[in-house]
């Protein structure tokens, strides 16, 4: 990997989103001395600190919103209404806080993957399984947040040349912050960044499965550490994004088959997300109640006392869903919602309600522990790498609805026509996950929201216009986040490598 060096303004800024600016609890200083094993775990605890708040909260739900499922309502204060009305630039400072997060957390994993590398020639051979495992959780917390910032401020894999200069994102693999402009990174190549996840993930997959192999206890559904399963998964998702299909359907089987994961059965499907438990869950960072509360649920649900929403779903959104599908009563309740003083009923989505155990007081908060790798995602991606190599799709969509719709029958779809039923999967299963732009981004496809509610047209008037109707065609230059101008400006390297539109 090539030394390269960050900007001062990406290590040291204030982040902007309410979600990215809690300082991480367990996490020595930089400049303390890492003089033990004790001190190498306290430091390790920042990996899952980062991972936490990248799995939860706007990191979540602000490119959902931006797309077509949800409609912002003219009572949310605007709140995230730059992003839902397409009005993105440069200057935006959730997009600026988004980027900034990550180089800081990337900053913070170098630090341990050096302090890894320095206490692996040093300490004992007892020692060594522990360290082994630190630095396999860094690399991925790494290729994480790298994987975050390709997947937003870059162009798709398919659209760009991936060999062309400036394509990619700024790589820092050293832990070497400087103040001189000279030394800080331009963009690289789309593919010399998607090597850089690539071989991070396999060093952490490689460094958890020799782990694994000495504690059997370390894989099982609702983990609060990472495990090879997790990290296959990311595998999975990294490689279907870019097109590999071969290497996604490989990587999503080898989860499935591993017989540690079951796909959680009808009747328990709710208590997955009131609870955050289900034995479909491969990875669960953990929250508790006083400490890394990150609320996702809030971006929709305004109100404890059930009587306000920020954004709700629209028409085709809730259309998605058939009769005896156990999604749409998991997802949606009924709210009598006071919108500017008129009482109006509507579908809230409350796919994040809150769990109980994670509340500060009376009131709910609507925090839920993120679980950012389940056994549904790897079911669509082999299902969707299956259909683009002309391989038969519908053995993992028939194992998933089955577990969804009640009294489904198996059905054989056919490969002319079974990515528009994956899709829709994808939409219904996924919904609020933070996957609908990446969705489109790799689909090609555009969108354009349907304006009115059929469901209610009471609530018609109060969608906020500017974001009703909008659409973005396939070509849109909004599916690629801008780099952030504070970054254009204070790294002269990066002078002209700005995304194309901005």
């Known amino acids: 990997m090539k030394k390269v060096y960050i900007s001062l303004m990406l290590l040291l800024g204030l982040l902007s989103s309410c979600s990215m600016d809690k300082s991480p609890y367990g996490v020595l200083d930089e400049t303390t001395a890492i003089q033990n094993m004790n001190d190498l775990a306290r430091l390790r605890n920042g990996a899952y600190t980062r991972l936490r708040s990248m799995t939860a909260g706007t990191w979540v739900t602000y490119s959902d919103i931006q797309m077509d499922q949800f409609h912002g309502l003219t009572s949310n204060g605007n709140r995230v209404g730059i992003i839902s009305n397409g009005l993105i630039t440069s200057s935006q400072d959730d997009i600026e806080g988004f980027f900034r997060a990550c180089y800081a957390y990337i900053a913070d994993m170098n630090y341990l993957i050096e302090q890894c590398d320095k206490f692996a020639a040093t300490m004992s051979e007892a020692d060594q399984p522990a ?17 975050y ?17 400036h394509t990619g994102v700024q790589i820092v693999t050293k832990y070497e912050p400087t103040g001189d402009v000279t030394k800080y990174p331009s963009r690289s190549t789309l593919e010399e960044s998607y090597a850089l996840v690539e071989n991070d993930l396999e060093t952490a997959y490689n460094g958890l499965k020799a782990y694994e192999a000495a504690d059997d ?18 595998q999975a998702r990294v490689a279907l994004i870019k097109g590999d299909y071969d290497t996604a359907k490989t990587k999503a089987d080898e989860v499935i088959g591993s017989g540690k994961y079951a796909l959680t059965e009808i009747d328990d ?26 609320s996702t649920g809030e971006a929709y649900t305004a109100s404890s006392s059930e009587t306000s929403a920020d954004y709700i779903a629209t028409t085709a959104t809730l259309a998605l869903y058939s009769d005896g599908d156990v999604r749409f009563d998991a997802f949606f309740k009924v709210w009598n919602l006071d919108i500017e003083g008129t009482q109006v009923g509507s579908y809230v989505f409350l796919k994040y309600p809150g769990n109980a155990s994670l509340r500060t007081g009376s009131e709910n908060n ?38 969804r719709i009640t009294g489904y029958m198996d059905a054989n779809y056919p490969v002319n026509t079974v990515m528009d039923v994956i899709k829709a999967e994808r939409q219904r299963e996924l919904l609020g996950e933070g996957f609908r732009m990446s969705d489109l981004r790799r689909w090609n496809d555009g969108f354009k929201r349907d304006g009115a509610h059929l469901e209610n047209p009471a609530l018609d008037p109060f969608i906020v216009a500017a974001g009703a109707n909008l659409g973005y065609a396939a070509d849109d230059y909004r599916f690629t986040w801008p780099i952030p101008k504070t970054e254009i400006d204070s790294n002269p390297n990066v002078a002209g490598q700005q995304n194309p539109g901005y």
């Open 269 to 294: 499907y709710e208590k997955l997300w009131t609870n955050d438990e289900g034995t479909e869950v491969l990875f669960r960072p953990v929250m508790s109640n006083v400490e890394g509360l990150v």
């Open 366 to 403: 609507y925090v839920n522990m993120p679980k950012p790798f389940r056994l549904s995602e790897m079911y669509l991606v082999a299902a969707e790498a299956a259909a683009k190599t002309n391989a038969d799709a519908s053995p993992y969509l028939n194992a998933l609805m089955a577990k």
């Open 149 to 165: 910032l390709i997947d937003h401020y870059c162009q798709p894999y398919a659209k760009v040349d991936p060999t062309a200069a």
């Open 131 to 147: 360290i082994a495992r630190y630095k396999a959780e860094a690399c991925f917390t790494r290729a994480f947040a790298y994987f």
């Open 217 to 234: 206890e370390a894989v099982a559904p609702n983990a609060a550490y990472l495990s090879s399963y997790a990290v296959a998964a990311m």
